[in-house]
């Protein structure tokens, strides 16, 4: 049975829905971006940091903005801030959730336990997403990571090194992607 384009689509970009950044947008119009409602309460006083697109094999993948009070730091591992991931296409959860845990893989050391407690939250927590669909992370240092979907609170993991090490796929100096580290950092090195 030939998989159907949708099917191989989904599972390409989900399966590489960390790599492939080919540019910024303008930095004008990602200024002009309203601070996401569920941030209000989250991280106030929250500003836009930086944007990048993400594209993989010239297919828009998403858009990810980072929001924080203060201007990002190293790592940002000990900062309150904010990752919104703004789909341009369907992705399925699972796949999203599998190819997260790998690249928190590539930050640090995960024992099997946690790896298989972390996809489980994950898988739980990232929904099948449609373009236009806005997941939320919001990074409380030392604590929790919480999600949002569209605005609305999926639920949070409550684990220090979960947090650090998710927030690394986007931010740690290890990422597979450095060039998208420095334009969400807004072009610090």
């Not at 569920?38 to 500003?47: C, D, T, V, Y």
């Not at 990048?52 to 094999?57: A, K």
């Not at 336990?113 to 939320?136: C, H, I, K, N, Y």
Request: hydrophobic share 45%.
């Amino acid at each position: 049975m030939k998989p159907s384009r949708r099917h191989c689509l989904s599972t390409l970009a989900g399966a590489l829905l960390i790599g492939g950044v080919t540019s910024a947008r303008a930095q004008g119009s990602a200024q002009a971006a309203a601070l996401p409602p569920e941030l209000a309460s989250e991280l106030p006083g929250a500003r836009w940091r930086g944007t990048g697109v993400m594209r993989f094999f010239g297919l828009h993948i998403y858009d990810a903005r980072l929001w924080s009070a203060a201007p990002v730091a190293g790592d940002g591992a000990d900062q309150p801030l904010a990752l919104e991931l703004i789909y341009a296409r369907a992705l399925v959860g699972e796949q999203i959730a599998s190819r997260s845990l790998q690249e928190m893989a590539r930050i640090g050391a995960i024992s099997d336990e946690q790896s298989a407690r972390w996809l489980q939250a994950m898988t739980r927590l990232f929904p099948d997403v449609r373009g236009g669909d806005r997941l939320t992370g919001v990074q409380r240092p030392g604590r929790a990571a919480r999600f949002f979907l569209n605005g609305v609170l999926r639920g949070e993991v409550p684990d220090a090194d979960f947090t650090r090490l998710f927030f690394g796929i986007w931010l740690s100096p290890r990422t597979s992607e450095p060039r998208l580290r420095a334009q969400l950092l807004g072009g610090a090195p």
